[in-house]
T-cell receptor, first 116, second 113 residues
Framework: DAGVIQSPRHEVTEMGQEVTLRCKPI?????LFWYRQTMMRGLELLIY????????DSGMPEDRFSAKMPNASFSTLKIQPSEPRDSAVYFC??????????????FGPGTRLLVL | SQQGEEDPQALSIQEGENATMNCSYK?????LQWYRQNSGRGLVHLIL?????REKHSGRLRVTLDTSKKSSSLLITASRAADTASYFC?????????????FGSGTRLLVRP
């Protein structure tokens, strides 16, 4: 398996523009997670899905952020409109079960977003 | 919100020395996992220890867990330059995290050749 795939790897955009980040989880994994990593706040969970259904989006910063998972092999994280404070590395991760039962998460390489 | 606090925030050692990183957490857990992140890359799972275990080994890694103190440590023995990375603890199965992992703030390890 190729692992978790994310695109683009780097994105530079101007404030106010729409940004769409994409993720393909590992085949067979029922859980998908979106994280944001910054120096100031560390690694934050934004939202996660189980069987394509959003379970907990309490980490999504505000209404400018939205995430979808139209099928088991694809998810998007959208920021509209983007702001400079959204600049961060965004990771997608997937797992085959619950963290509470000892399942590990497999991370993609991340998308480095810079909003000017 | 972050569950774990890691200590030290940064560590610099000579190749061949041992590196010890500590993690403290706040709520009860089912397991604790350690991940490594190389610069510019995603996180990679290293080792998992369950709440009923006190110590676990994997190659040059040794993890301990003290649930009474809500703390864990990761020891890397005979370090190599390739071990240079950030290391994160993550707790699973806490009060509000049956599905998710909650990551600590990380320790940046530099192994000097």
């Amino acid at each position: 398996d190729a692992g978790v795939i994310q695109s683009p790897r780097h994105e530079v955009t101007e404030m106010g523009q729409e940004v769409t980040l994409r993720c393909k989880p590992i085949s067979g994994h029922d859980y998908l997670f979106w994280y944001r990593q910054t120096m100031m706040r560390g690694l934050e969970l934004l939202i996660y899905f189980n069987n394509n259904v959003p379970i907990d989006d309490s980490g999504m910063p505000e209404d400018r952020f939205s995430a979808k998972m139209p099928n088991a092999s694809f998810s998007t994280l959208k920021i509209q409109p983007s702001e400079p404070r959204d600049s961060a590395v965004y990771f997608c991760a997937s797992s085959s079960g619950l963290a509470g039962k000892g399942e590990t998460q497999y991370f993609g390489p991340g998308t480095r977003l810079l909003v000017l | 919100s972050q569950q774990g606090e890691e200590d030290p925030q940064a560590l610099s050692i000579q190749e061949g020395e041992n590196a010890t990183m500590n993690c403290s957490y706040k709520t009860s857990i089912n397991n604790l996992q350690w991940y490594r992140q190389n610069s510019g890359r995603g996180l990679v799972h290293l080792i998992l220890i369950r709440s009923n275990e006190r110590e676990k080994h994997s190659g040059r890694l040794r993890v301990t867990l003290d649930t009474s103190k809500k703390s864990s440590s990761l020891l890397i023995t005979a370090s190599r330059a390739a071990d240079t990375a950030s290391y994160f603890c993550a707790t699973g199965g806490g009060m509000d995290s049956s599905y998710k992992l909650i990551f600590g703030s990380g320790t940046r390890l530099l192994v000097r050749p």
